[in-house]
């Protein structure tokens, strides 16, 4: 559309500075809430509204620069490559560490990898295929669409004495443990 729309109104530059301008404006507002979101809501909402945030913005600014008369595809066209690879290389680099169990504790034994579906935690992930994050996504959420009430992948393992559980990070790339009183209703053994 915003090509489309550049061949009209060459001789006009208003429309890539307003695209410019509201993602300025939306930048801040959105950093505002992300804020008060952060204040009065928990992490994850707070982390959740600042995506939607920059990705928002991000457009926005995308559109204006292709809007500029002096844009030059060719460097978009390397930027999306640079982010599909960037994403794509977290994506697996996240799938070969949770093959390795990265963050479980040396006694640990027998662990599985599982992620939620409608019943529960029932699903079991044995290849790195399934390990991609596109495929570690927690779908349930709270009535209201902002709770997060699952986890995208646990890992259960035995011990000498009972049972751990951990929860995958995206972010740190490895399994952190989990309190089991915290958590009463998530899966003590393998399926």
Same mark, same amino acid.
């Given at each position: 559309m915003a090509i489309?729309?550049?061949e009209k109104t060459k001789w006009r530059r208003w429309p890539a500075k307003l695209f410019r301008v509201l993602a300025i404006a939306f930048l801040i507002l959105g950093l505002v809430t992300?804020?008060?979101?952060?204040?009065?809501?928990?992490?994850?909402?707070?982390?959740i509204v600042l995506f939607f *945030? @920059? $990705?928002?913005?991000?457009?926005? %600014?995308? &559109?204006?620069?292709?809007?500029?008369?002096?844009?030059?595809?060719?460097?978009f066209a390397g930027k999306g490559l640079l982010?599909?690879? *960037? @994403? $794509?290389?977290?994506?697996?680099? %996240?799938? &070969?560490a949770?093959?390795?169990?990265?963050?479980?504790s040396e006694e640990a034994t027998s662990p599985c990898i599982l992620v939620p579906?409608?019943?529960?935690y029932d699903t079991e992930l044995d290849s790195v295929w399934q390990m991609r994050l596109p495929q570690i996504v927690a779908s349930r959420t709270g009535?209201?669409?902002?709770?997060?009430?699952?986890?995208?992948?646990?890992l259960v393992a035995q011990t000498a004495e009972t049972s751990e559980?951990?929860?995958?990070s995206k972010t740190r790339l490895r399994f952190d443990i989990l309190d089991q009183k915290r958590n009463p209703s998530l899966p003590k053994v393998c399926p």
């Open positions: 489309l729309v550049r992300v804020l008060v979101a952060g204040i009065f809501g928990t992490a994850a909402e707070a982390a *945030v @920059l $990705g928002f913005a991000g457009y926005l %600014s995308m &559109l204006s620069e292709i809007l500029m008369e002096n844009t030059n595809a060719k460097f982010l599909v690879f *960037v @994403l $794509g290389s977290w994506s697996w680099a %996240s799938a &070969l949770m093959r390795a169990h990265l963050g479980m579906t409608s019943k529960g009535p209201t669409g902002t709770v997060l009430l699952d986890y995208h992948a646990i559980i951990y929860n995958w």
